[in-house]
């Protein structure tokens, strides 16, 4: 991705109350930078919900669906690759596929922001100067696009990634929270589409999964070294109340707590 682009259209958004289509497709690429207020999109099979200080980029030639939820302050841009060739340009959505939102670091949203202030003011001048820095800012935003995903690809051949080990462990020790995914997201600086698929890459499951797992998991301990109630055990797993855990159970391993402890706890005694 170490392509610069070529802005040739730009409009900014002031708290749009809805967007004029839900569906669109474009034969450019197309950004999104959000100021304020969220949206929900789908590009090919990435979906999700982007919020103040994210980016959504969108290929060209593809449907991009979106809802607002709240009043948009948005800038939108049209930009072509300064690519050489198909192939180029191929490989630069190959990087982004499953990663068409950002959600940046609070370093890196400082300038992000800082680009956008400068752009909002350029947004009605179309002169020759105004153009270029339109061009530099905006660019200055993709830069910091290609850094996160080239850092994902990285991570994803080399299998480390300290962040993503971090929420893991939290999740680990905070298994009788109320967890959101979302919110361990939030907690390491990442969009939900970008931490899902740097969790998937290293652990290779996503972290939905793998917090159900290792609920049920310990779910499973508690039942045969312990004699607490169901209902405590729910809680100590993250779950309101003993029945709701009790289906989630019967569907992971397809019998009730009750009666996986009457079958192997007899069986450990």
Known sequence: MNYSLYLYQQFYWKEKARFDLRSSRYPSWVMFAVEKGDFRYRIESTEGKATAGDVVICPPNTDFHRVME??????????????????????????????????????????????????????????????????????DIWLLLSMEAEMLSKYSLVMDDPLIKQAKLWIDQHLSDKILIKDVAEMVHLHPVQFNNRFQNLFGTNPSKYLLAVRMETAKRYLLETDYTIDHIARLCGYDNGFYMSRVFSKHFAMSPSQYRKTYAARLS
């Not at 300064?82 to 596929?97: F, M, P, Q, V, Y």
């Open 70 to 139: 709240k009043p948009l302050s948005f800038h939108y841009f049209k930009f072509y690759l300064n690519a050489d060739g198909e192939e180029a340009i191929e490989r630069t959505r190959a990087t982004l596929r499953d990663l068409f939102a950002f959600k940046f670091t609070p370093h890196e949203k400082d300038r992000f922001f800082n680009n956008l202030r400068h752009l909002t003011r350029l947004s009605a001048r179309d002169d020759a100067e105004s153009i270029r820095w339109k061009n530099h800012f905006v660019n």
